[in-house]
């Protein structure tokens, strides 16, 4: 596995409001987004993406549910490393799932084009080997 950068922090917000207090109110961080949704920011010196993504959309995106299953460790944060193309991903995931690990869900492209496989560790952190064509695009202009 080649991880090119760390493409993704995320803080997993079982309240995404009073999450947005901290991070928007009083740390002053350009995030945007709406409603009770996901926030984040691509604009953060030093990050290519930070957001504050609520708990039910990191199960919905993990399980396809927006309810975290019971007996499962709830995720405090998610963390993607980026590799080199899509198939890289699926070459990933495999490497993982040999490697012992159980995979959230294996490589998949989402709705807005960034193909990812997640898994969690025992500490309660989504990891997650993506591959996103807009960092890869900033890369070539």
């Known amino acids: 596995m080649n991880v090119l950068f760390v493409a993704s922090v995320a803080v997993v917000a079982a309240d995404p409001p009073q999450s947005r207090k901290l991070f928007i109110d009083a740390l002053g961080l350009p995030l945007e987004g709406e409603g009770d949704g996901y926030y984040s920011s691509g604009s953060i010196p030093g990050s290519k993406h930070f957001g504050v993504w609520p708990l039910a959309e990191a199960a919905e995106a993990c399980f396809g549910t927006p309810e975290w299953p019971a007996g499962r460790m709830i995720p405090q944060a998610s963390i993607e490393f980026e590799v080199a193309d899509a198939e890289a991903v699926a070459a990933a995931g495999d490497e993982l799932q040999r490697e012992g690990y159980e995979l959230l869900h294996p490589a ?30 900033e890369e070539s202009a």
């Open 108 to 137: 998949r492209t989402e709705p807005w084009g960034q193909t990812v496989a997640r898994l969690l560790t025992e500490d309660g952190l989504i990891v997650g080997v993506s591959y996103a064509p807009a960092f890869h695009d």
